[in-house]
């Protein structure tokens, strides 16, 4: 599996990777996102961003963010442990 995966209008992420950018193991994880204590949010590129995705995991004051290819390849990350906009 490459680091991200769209299929059928879904995506698949290695569970792995966004334990680690939340300093968590992936089955404390697993239990967070089944409570609905993380979130996600899936924005797709347009214009000069056309094929590119930002997908974004948030946990109370935390945030990790994924910039991806078409391919999947993760081609950016980014986190933060503040609510503050960018």
Known sequence: ?????????A???????VAEGFGLEPEQLRQLLRAARITTRHERGVDEDAGRH???FLYGRRRLRLMVD???TIIERSHTDSDEAD
């Open 1 to 9: 599996m490459s680091s991200v995966e769209f299929e059928d209008g």
């Open 11 to 17: 995506i698949r992420i290695d569970a792995g990777i």
């Open 70 to 72: 078409g391919t999947g």
């Open 54 to 56: 930002r997908i974004t």
